[in-house]
């Protein structure tokens, strides 16, 4: 598991020579240390005598955080511990200099444990300036921590966010504190602008528009869900998922379903569902005609949204968290038994989330006096490109360990290219066995699409694919097809639009690629009713004619073939028109009252 202070602690502290140990408390503890996400709430400001009042703020914000969508989701994935440090002066300096500093707050400096201060040049940005003593802290008294939260004293608006979550003790303070979590835990950008410094890729923020490949494109037209500019000017090239409906923009707004998808998903990254297992899947076990049972404790959201499922040598037996087998399920001498556990929250729409965070426990099994063979097996012995195969082991009774250098009876293995793997059986006083296993890396296929256009409403739509065997298409006006070559006849504006069609090759490899079209909005062009109108010559060369038997004002508008429009006449009855324009074919549209029509003119 990946902890963010782990090495800065160490780098931190090897260069100190002070330490000194504080009291570490408990406020919630859901479960191990080293499955959990592990938050250290910290105090800065607090005297001796005001340390009380630091616990209880404390204990205050981890029961507004556990509460918070969606952390009220998976509360039982965080552990909670404050760590009180006394100040030597109550409050936080406050320089008093930024341009947008508060009137009514005290102007000085404050000596407290980690010297935090309101900002010089955005005021209400509140940091720790003294980061020695954080390091040393956490080091001699939490060194695991995965998140560190620093209340301040002081009931005036500030925070920060980064390697650590700040903010102080404002009427806002908790929601303040969950949205700098946000920077901190979740990698989460503001969604109002601070400035081009602030401006980067991030699960909330993208520079990219296209809604077939933003990385919000599952959340697309759901939830306030959108692609809005951060702003005009620099803010302009930036964009994010929805506008004054997330906490990253307005603390009196929830998560947007963005924000809260990353938050969920860094969560998941953080604590394995799969708390301990029994019997431990170290070496064989050995069936008889006594019942064995299986079992996974698991670490459950709420709702408990993990789908658990047991296979037995690949046929799904069981679902649930535990199984019961004997000898008698057992068709072979050995055999694997294989647990997956996966998390299909609601609150994520990745794509490929369930390959990439489905957890597995296998065990090896034998009959018993059963002999053992060692064997490999490979999930899919031919990937495409990005995909996994599970390498597994079989039949041996000591100890496995891969070409990769991980060991146990399975690894995952992601090759780019084709690779052989190997997977050795060491047991004390034999020789060591060794099995190899080949995993092929097809070739990615490279889709194309392309259409004939541009075109003009009621004309008929071509696309077509290339790179593959089989074609799916998407697009506007929830269009859907299966055939390499699609036809849409009787276009009209709205078919307009980008089209996405994913291609995939004889060895089920699979690419996308898009094609724009363009529909331009001239009416239908059909041959014109001479009891409407009659236009000529046609074609035409330096005048036209119109004539019409309808009486009152008539209209008559020239489109060139892109559907601009280059002139427009009034008259009644009958008008001529001199034609400065160049050689080719033109559209016209013809109206009087309710009546229009639309026809072809070549100017030559």
């Known amino acids: 598991m990946a902890r963010f202070f782990t090495l800065v602690l160490f780098l931190f502290s090897s260069f100190s020579c002070f330490s000194q140990t504080f009291k570490v408390d408990t406020l919630y503890k859901h479960g191990a240390i080293d499955n959990r996400v592990n938050v250290v709430i910290l105090g800065d400001g607090f005297t001796q005598a005001e340390l009380p009042k630091f616990t209880e703020e404390a204990k205050k914000f981890a029961d507004f955080f556990l509460n918070y969508a969606p952390y009220d989701v998976y509360r039982n994935y965080f552990n909670f511990f404050s760590i009180a440090t006394p100040s030597k002066e109550s409050g936080v300096s406050n320089p008093g200099n930024a341009p947008d500093a508060y009137p009514d707050q005290p102007v000085g400096k404050k000596d407290t444990y980690y010297g935090a201060s309101f900002g010089e040049y955005i005021h209400r940005l509140v940091v720790v300036q003294n980061y020695q003593n954080l390091t040393d802290v956490l ?118 379903a963005v924000c809260k998808e990353a938050t969920a998903e860094r969560i998941l990254q953080v604590v394995s569902p799969i708390d301990r297992v029994m019997p431990e899947p170290a070496q064989a076990i050995v069936l008889s005609e006594q019942p064995q049972t299986f079992k996974l404790n698991l670490v459950e959201p709420e709702p408990n949204s993990l789908k658990v499922e047991w296979k037995l040598d690949g046929t799904l037996i069981k679902t649930g968290s535990e199984i019961t087998l004997n ?109 190899k296993a080949k995993v092929t890396v097809f070739a990615q296929p490279e889709a194309t699409a392309t259409n004939t256009g541009p075109y003009l409403e009621k004309e008929t739509i071509e696309i077509s694919a290339g790179g593959g065997i089989n074609y799916f298409w998407q697009g506007p006006e929830n269009f859907k097809s299966e055939t390499q070559v699609s036809l849409i006849q009787n276009a009209t504006v709205r078919n307009s639009g980008v089209y996405e069609v994913r291609v995939v090759d004889t060895n089920g490899c699979a690419d996308t690629a898009t094609t724009e079209v363009k529909v331009s909005p001239i009416l239908a062009i059909e041959n014109p009713s001479n009891a409407l109108v009659q236009v000529s010559p046609n074609p035409a060369r330096g005048f036209v004619k119109i004539t019409t038997k309808l009486s009152g004002k008539s209209l008559f508008t020239l489109f060139d073939i ?43």
């Open 327 to 435: 000898v008698t399920d057992m068709q072979d001498n050995t055999g694997n038994l294989v647990a997956s556990v996966f998390d299909s929250t609601l609150l994520s729409r990745r794509e490929n989330r369930e390959d990439e965070r489905t957890k597995t426990i296998q065990w090896t099994l034998a009959k018993s006096n059963a002999p053992l063979v060692f064997k490999v097996k490979i999930s899919d012995p031919g990937i495409c490109p990005g995909e996994f195969s599970l390498l597994t082991a079989s039949g041996c009774a000591g100890t496995v360990s891969w070409s990769t250098g991980e060991t146990g009876l399975s690894v995952k293995v992601n090759p780019k290219v084709t690779t052989d793997y190997a997977v050795t059986c060491k047991m004390p006083g034999q020789p060591d066995s060794t099995l």
């Open 139 to 256: 080091a001699f008294n939490f060194p695991t921590a995965d998140l560190v939260v620093m209340l301040v004293n002081t009931p005036f608006y500030g925070g920060s966010g980064g390697g650590i979550a700040v903010h102080t003790l404002h009427s806002a303070a908790n929601t303040i504190g969950v949205h700098e979590i946000g920077h901190t835990f979740s990698a989460l950008n503001d969604e109002y602008w601070a400035g081009p410094q602030y401006g980067w890729e991030a699960p909330n923020m993208t520079a990219i528009t296209d809604p077939a490949t933003i990385k919000w494109k599952n959340w697309l037209n759901e939830t306030n869900i959108g692609i809005f500019p951060h702003g005009e000017g620099e803010a302009a090239k930036w964009f994010k998922p929805t506008h004054a409906n997330c906490l990253m923009e307005y603390l009196d707004r929830p998560f947007c």
């Open 562 to 604: 892109q559907g601009r429009k280059v002139l427009d006449k009034h008259f009644e009855q009958q008008t001529e028109l001199n034609l400065n324009k160049s050689t080719g074919l033109y559209l016209y549209r013809f109206s009087n009252g309710g009546r229009e029509v639309s026809g072809k003119l070549l100017i030559e």
